[in-house]
């Protein structure tokens, strides 16, 4: 059976694959030197960029973070950003400003990583959830396929742990159990499409696990205090 990766190997993984994108895009240009490295560290550099959303299931990641983030890290995961974003910037090709928008998330994810993975840093659930050999798995699944017919024995399984131990385990790391996650997952996936007008709140029920529309609107309001048409006309409202 594969090995989860810890966080120590994604790390790894994390820098090789910069080194490969940097040889990549970096056409007629070197990787900086240590002694590069050093005279960029010695100037202020800056990597600015923004995100717009108004979808609630963000809200998890931003009630996690202060107004302001600042890490006492070695400079070069910073390096290879900038790197790669100034070989881009220089490359005026199809593609080149979505592939500066993925360096940006790239960015964004490793910071918050190597946040969280501080010594003392109040790391959310969710985040913590993700590396655990249990409820990992488990988390994936539900993530991935929303519409399944899950179960604590069905989840369990995904993990390969029996049911009594995956439901104490995840309920300790993630601070709920796994069909109330499962559910509050639910409703942030049909919050999203009900964001599309094409499909039908049926069409929305079906695609996070609910055989029955009135099922799906019951346990809607209930978690968000209006019908799933009421939320759909306020939404696009907000939008308009």
Known sequence: ?????????????????????????NRGGAIPSRSTKRSIASTNRSLIGGYRSTRSRHERLLHTL?????????????LW??????????????????????ILDWGLVCTLGCWFDQKGADAPAWYLG????????????????????????????????????????????????????????????????????????AKVAEAVGYADP???????KRKRGMSPRAFRSQSAKRGA
């Not at 966080?7 to 910069?18: A, E, K, L, W």
């Not at 900038?82 to 592939?99: F, N, V, Y």
């Open 1 to 25: 059976m594969p090995r989860r990766k810890t966080r120590r190997d994604r790390g790894i993984s994390h820098v090789n694959v910069y080194r490969r994108c940097i040889r990549s895009v």
């Open 66 to 78: 202060p107004p302001a983030l600042v890490l006492h890290e070695d400079i070069d995961g910073v």
């Open 81 to 102: 950003l900038t790197s790669m974003r100034d070989a881009l910037s220089r490359r005026h090709q199809p593609g080149a400003q979505a592939l500066i928008d993925r």
């Open 130 to 201: 993700a590396m655990d050999p249990v409820a990992g798995p488990a988390l994936d699944g539900i993530h991935q396929r929303p519409s399944e017919a899950w179960t604590v024995g069905s989840l369990a399984a995904e993990a390969q742990v029996s049911r009594a131990h995956f439901a104490k385990r995840f309920t300790e790391v993630m601070g709920q159990p796994p069909l109330s996650y499962l559910t509050e997952w639910r409703m942030y996936t049909a919050e999203d499409l009900l964001s599309d007008p094409d499909l039908s709140v």
């Open 214 to 220: 009135f099922a799906f609107s019951t346990a809607f």
